[in-house]
């Protein structure tokens, strides 16, 4: 049966994941569909979800008012769907947040203690090339951007994977029992570069 592929789409960059998910199905005839999330039905209809980058506190409270957070609540903790959060999507997927923010409630899924805006303001954004060969094969060279990005400052549980830390060991992927995959870095601005989200419909989507 086709494997669903829902991209909450209540703010932030919802729009990039949908066009480089769409490329990569498209390039390998995967049986897979893609779909934005705004209301519980469309989230019902799912098997995966990904949770874009933008700003948490926004995602959260949008979540809230719109009813959508116990609804996002079950999936997320249900263990046949699966999960990828990126840097906003990150934080609202952490179970414990360093720098607490009243205005973000959690999934409290993802078993690490996460920073926000770790390495500071906007203008300390950055672009890293990044060798990710060590999970995704052959991938040494994947630009990703850093915007006001996250880092995971502890794993709170064997069941998590460091998937990649930078030179000075911040932790920035991680993957929990297969199922849950978070990144503190935009996969999704990378030029069209599709490689990693191939990788994460290979891999979480489809199980292969
Ligand atoms: N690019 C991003 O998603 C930034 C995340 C933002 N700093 C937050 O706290 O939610």
Known sequence: ???????????????????????????????????????????????SLVIPGGESTTISLIAKRTGLLQPLLDF???????????????????????????????LDLLKVRVRRNAFGRQAESFIQTCDFSSFIPGCTDFQVFFIRAPIIENVLSNDVEVLFALDDGSIVAVSQQGRILGTSFHPELSDNDIRFHDWFIQKYVLGL
């Open 1 to 47: 049966m086709t494997k669903k592929i829902g991209v909450l789409a209540l703010q932030g960059a919802f729009i990039e994941h949908v066009t480089l998910l769409k490329r990569a199905i498209d390039k390998h005839n995967y049986d897979v569909s893609v779909t934005t999330v705004k209301t519980a039905s469309q989230l019902a209809e799912c098997d």
């Open 76 to 106: 997320v903790h249900d263990p046949s769907k699966t999960v990828w959060g990126t840097c906003a999507g990150l934080i609202f997927l952490a179970e414990k947040l360093s720098n607490e923010s009243k205005f973000v409630d959690s």
